[in-house]
C-alpha cells in the first residue's frame, strides 16, 4: 500500500501493524515526521524497543534478517529499522528481504528509511512485494508554488495565522528548505503573542535561510525566471559554490539544448532525444519549452561566453566570471540580453 505523508496518520489508525514499512523520498522534514508517525503508532501497540541499523560495506541483509527471527520468539516486540540512505538493493539482498517477509518474525516490524529511488528500484521485486505486504510513503519536495499554502496549514496547526502576503514572503525567505521553515514557525509562535503574523513581523524576524543549488539556478532559467536566476545565483555565491561547478551546470545545460535543437530539427522524436540527453520527469516539459524559443545561432555565442568565464576563473583574462554567468543564465531564461561573446 503506497501513500503520501499527509495520509499517514488515518491510514495508521485504520490499519493493523504491517510487517513492513518503507519511507522513500529527498525531503529531510517530511521523511522525518514520516518515520516519527509510524515510530509513535507501532509503540501504542506494544513495539517497545528499537534496533537501528546503517546499509554500509559492513551490513548483511541476510544476517540482520536471519537473526530477527532467530530471536524473535525470546525478545519483547522490536522495530527494526534499517537506513538504506542512497545504498541500492541488489538481487541477492532482495532475495533475502523477500524471504524474510514471507514468513515475518512475529514480534518484529521492519521501517526502511531510504533516499529517493530510481526507476529500477521501484521495479525490482523486493519494492512489489512491500507494496503487496507492507505500507509504503512516498515523499515529493514541495513545488514553489504549494510552500504558501503549506506554510499556511503548518501555522494553524501550532496556532499561528499567516495571511497570504506573510505567507509567500516566508515561502521566498526558506524556500526549498522546510526543515528551517519549521524552525521559523517555531519562533514565531514565541515571538507572537496573538498568533496573527503579517508580512512585517516576517520581514523582522525570518532570516533567508533559501536552500539553492546550481540544479535550481537551472530549473529556473528554463522556467523562464530571471529575477530568481539572479537570487539563485547570489544566495550560491555567497554560500561559498565555486565557480567552475556554476559554469559547469550552465555550460552542461547550453550542450544538451543545443544537442536538443539539432536532433528536433533532423524531425528525430523528442522522447527519444530527451532519453538520449538524460532528460526525465518535470525537467522534460521546460527543457522543450526552451528549445522551442531558443535558436542555435543563440546557443553557440552563450557557448563563446562560457569559454571567456572559463579563461577567466584560471586566470587567462580580466572578465569576472560571475558576470559573464550571470549574463548566460539570464539569457537562459529569457532576459533581453545581447548575445555577443565578449572581447577577450
Known amino acids: 500500500m503506497k501513500l503520501r505523508p499527509t495520509d499517514l496518520p488515518a491510514k495508521l489508525s485504520s490499519n493493523p501493524v504491517f510487517p513492513v514499512y518503507l519511507v522513500y523520498g529527498d525531503e529531510p522534514l517530511l521523511s522525518l515526521e514520516s518515520c516519527d508517525y509510524i515510530r509513535r503508532f507501532l509503540s501504542q501497540k506494544g513495539f517497545s524497543e528499537r534496533e537501528v541499523f546503517h546499509v554500509d560495506g559492513n551490513f548483511s541483509w541476510e544476517g540482520t534478517l536471519q537473526s530477527t527471527n532467530a530471536l524473535s520468539l525470546f525478545?519483547?516486540?522490536?522495530?527494526?529499522?534499517?537506513?538504506?540512505?542512497?545504498?541500492?538493493?541488489?538481487?541477492?539482498?532482495?532475495?533475502?528481504?523477500?524471504?524474510?517477509?514471507?514468513?515475518?518474525?512475529?514480534?518484529?516490524?521492519?521501517?526502511?528509511?531510504?533516499?529517493?529511488?530510481?526507476?529500477?528500484?521501484?521495479?525490482?521485486?523486493?519494492?512489489?512485494?512491500?507494496?503487496?505486504?507492507?505500507?509504503?510513503?512516498?515523499?515529493?519536495?514541495?513545488?514553489?508554488?504549494?510552500?504558501?499554502?503549506?506554510?499556511?496549514?503548518?501555522?494553524?496547526?501550532?496556532?499561528?495565522?499567516?495571511?497570504?502576503?506573510?505567507?509567500?514572503?516566508?515561502?521566498?525567505?526558506?524556500?526549498?528548505?522546510?526543515?528551517?521553515?519549521?524552525?521559523?514557525?517555531?519562533?514565531?509562535?514565541?515571538?507572537?503573542?496573538?498568533?496573527?503574523?503579517?508580512?512585517?513581523?516576517?520581514?523582522?524576524?525570518?532570516?533567508?535561510?533559501?536552500?539553492?543549488?546550481?540544479?535550481?539556478?537551472?530549473?529556473?532559467?528554463?522556467?523562464?525566471?530571471?529575477?530568481?536566476?539572479?537570487?539563485?545565483?547570489?544566495?550560491?555565491?555567497?554560500?561559498?559554490?565555486?565557480?567552475?561547478?556554476?559554469?559547469?551546470?550552465?555550460?552542461?545545460?547550453i550542450r544538451t539544448l543545443y544537442s536538443l535543437i539539432q536532433g528536433l530539427s533532423r524531425g528525430l522524436s523528442a522522447d527519444t532525444l530527451c532519453q538520449k540527453e538524460k532528460v526525465w520527469g518535470k525537467r522534460k516539459g521546460p527543457v522543450l519549452k526552451a528549445c522551442q524559443r531558443l535558436h542555435l545561432d543563440d546557443l553557440e555565442k552563450m557557448l563563446s561566453q562560457a569559454a571567456l568565464a572559463d579563461h577567466a576563473i584560471k586566470g587567462q583574462g580580466q572578465h569576472d566570471p560571475w558576470l559573464i554567468m550571470a549574463q548566460l543564465v539570464l539569457a537562459l531564461a529569457g532576459a533581453a540580453l545581447p548575445l555577443v561573446a565578449l572581447e577577450a
Not at 515523499?139 to 504558501?148: D, F, G, T
Not at 499567516?162 to 524556500?175: F, H, K, N, P
Not at 543549488?213 to 522556467?223: G, P
Not at 530571471?226 to 559554490?241: A, W
Request: proline content about 3%; overall charge negative; some cysteine.
Open 75 to 253: 525478545s519483547e516486540q522490536k522495530i527494526l529499522e534499517i537506513r538504506l540512505g542512497e545504498s541500492k538493493i541488489n538481487k541477492a539482498d532482495s532475495q533475502h528481504l523477500q524471504a524474510y517477509l514471507d514468513n515475518p518474525a512475529p514480534d518484529t516490524t521492519l521501517l526502511l528509511v531510504a533516499d529517493k529511488l530510481d526507476a529500477g528500484s521501484k521495479k525490482s521485486a523486493w519494492y512489489s512485494t512491500i507494496d503487496k505486504r507492507g505500507l509504503m510513503v512516498e515523499i515529493w519536495p514541495l513545488e514553489p508554488q504549494q510552500l504558501s499554502g503549506w506554510l499556511i496549514q503548518r501555522g494553524n496547526a501550532i496556532g499561528l495565522h499567516l495571511d497570504t502576503e506573510a505567507a509567500q514572503l516566508l515561502s521566498d525567505r526558506v524556500e526549498g528548505n522546510l526543515l528551517a521553515a519549521r524552525q521559523e514557525l517555531d519562533k514565531l509562535r514565541l515571538l507572537c503573542s496573538d498568533g496573527h503574523i503579517s508580512a512585517e513581523q516576517i520581514l523582522e524576524a525570518v532570516s533567508d535561510s533559501s536552500r539553492y543549488d546550481v540544479f535550481a539556478l537551472m530549473d529556473a532559467a528554463l522556467m523562464r525566471q530571471p529575477v530568481r536566476c539572479q537570487k539563485i545565483l547570489q544566495v550560491i555565491r555567497q554560500e561559498g559554490v565555486e565557480a567552475p561547478v556554476v559554469l559547469w551546470a550552465i555550460t552542461r545545460e
